[in-house]
């Protein structure tokens, strides 16, 4: 059973779980500086890129393009709630990412660090949102090194 709204901290960081919401209460969750970097491992987008790249190279979509993706390089800036709206219903497993104030190294991948060292990995990485979205109306999980953050967050997403 999760207790929604409820602030713990928990190891230097705070935590809490939001009820199931639809996308419409992201400009209440996230704020629109920062930049997200999903970060589910093995998240294939091999093949959901197919149809953007026959109407950008081909000008239709009318073809049976296959590609195979074996760098890819990617910088966009749209504002954060904006991409969360498209990332869910394009993701429908769910979605695991980060805000941050900066740009996080390439090879960062949050869910391998040991739960002692996320203090000190939010402060250096300038990280104010960890967020997990499950697949399905499940609960969402957010961690923050800041409780205010998350204050904020409960009293705008709960007054709705």
């Known amino acids: 059973m999760h207790r929604f709204y409820h602030i713990e901290e928990v190891d230097g960081v705070f935590e809490t779980v939001l009820p199931p919401f639809d996308h419409t209460a992201w400009p209440d969750i996230v704020p629109e500086q920062g930049y997200v970097w999903i970060s589910n491992p093995g998240l294939e987008i091999a093949g959901k890129l197919d149809s953007i790249l026959s109407q950008a190279l081909f000008q239709t979509d009318a073809i049976?393009?296959?590609?195979?993706?074996?760098?890819?390089e990617f910088d966009v800036s749209i504002p954060a709630a904006d991409f969360l709206h498209?990332?869910?219903s394009k993701f429908t497993q769910g979605i695991d990412f980060i805000l941050s104030e900066k740009h996080q190294p390439a090879e960062f991948q949050w869910s391998f660090l040991p739960r002692h060292s996320?203090?000190?990995?939010?402060?250096?990485?300038?990280?104010?949102?960890?967020?997990?979205?499950?697949?399905?109306?499940?609960?969402?999980?957010?961690?923050?090194?800041?409780?205010?953050?998350?204050k904020k967050i409960i009293d705008r997403i709960s007054s709705r």
Do not use: C, M, Y
């Not at 049976?64 to 890819?72: E, P, Q, T, V, Y």
């Not at 967020?131 to 961690?143: C, D, L, M, Q, V």
């Open 118 to 150: 996320w203090p000190d990995i939010l402060a250096q990485n300038q990280i104010t949102l960890v967020f997990h979205r499950p697949a399905g109306g499940e609960p969402s999980k957010i961690i923050s090194p800041f409780g205010d953050i998350l």
């Open 86 to 88: 498209f990332a869910e």
């Open 64 to 72: 049976d393009l296959r590609s195979a993706i074996h760098r890819l």
